[in-house]
């Protein structure tokens, strides 16, 4: 019997880890601005995944940290339904931070304490009509949400006075923490061995991006190599990446099923799970490798693919449908509206796009 079990315990790396104490993990999801055209329906649609994943989440007893732009947060706070909604996410557990775009990212949010002259050159499509607000207005929208914020993400390096106001626990792509000569590669962005202290004690995380077939794959491949530390993923809050939010999901439920070693950006920086290294400050990642931000519509056709959660028999690989959305590999329509199937994003969005698929 004993033998038995050695040998189940060398096949199910999974099981194994979730024995032993394994690598802990964080989450966190991008609410971006949406200040360009097109954009007011766009945030409501990402309102509706977002209420989507943190139902997810709290059904697989996992916390989230959600990062929000001025603007999400002036959209959260323009609804008391929507501030209810917030309440109850923090009595869950969830963190609420800030998430910043910078003047010189193709998604600047428009806030911004450069002077006009150093913002026409950092921003080509910078057409001053009123003062730039600057990181006092953000975290006076930000403050409509929550009494402190810790957490947050601020992309772009140009604007130095704004990076130095940045909440002060950091959780973006770009820092390296992994150390000892750990493996490269995609996927390992999300490796924290330790936590980079720079500054005026500020303290930097790194995430991943498991937003298509290959991120996730890889990501997958680097958390299992990490038998302690911390990893972290990232997803933006939108229809489009609700799948691969789904399925990083459920490979979390196959190495920790109760969320037992699931952590809030917060309380990885305090809670003394990791050492501390002093470093630089996280330099700004290439644009070739920018998570893709709320770009122009014009501009989607170069995001990740859609990946939606079906029904599945077979492995939870299996259930989640990669590719060109609402066509399979042979080009006939498949997916989301109208395919009778109530899948999980149709069944947390019951007043959404498909009603009918849910019978209602």
Known sequence: MGRIIIILTLLLPGAAMAAGEGAKYFITIHNGAYNFKGGAEQMEESHKALLGMIKLADSRHVRL???FSAQYAGYIASDPSRMAELESWKKAGHEIGG???GPDTRAWDGYSDLPEETLTRAHKDYKPKTKTPGHREYFL???RLAFEIKAGCVTGRADKD??????EYEAC??????????????????VNNYLTVYGNNKKSLSCSHPADRAGSAAS???FLSMASGVYGASFKSSPGEFGAFYAWLEFLKSVDPQGLRGFTVSEVAEGKLLPEKKGAAPVDVPASKKIPALVQPEARKQEFPRIRPVKSLNSQEEGVIFGK?????RGERRGYCGDGICDIFEQ???GGPCPRDCGK
């Open 348 to 350: 947390s969005n019951t």
């Open 65 to 67: 940290t959600l990062l």
């Open 325 to 329: 959305p609402g066509h399979n590999n």
């Open 220 to 222: 997958k491949k680097a």
């Open 162 to 167: 704004f990076s130095a106001a940045a909440p």
């Open 173 to 190: 792509s770009g820092t390296d923490n992994r150390g000892g000569g750990a493996g490269a590669g995609e996927g390992f962005d999300g």
């Open 99 to 101: 998430y910043h775009t």
């Open 141 to 143: 929208a930000l403050g």
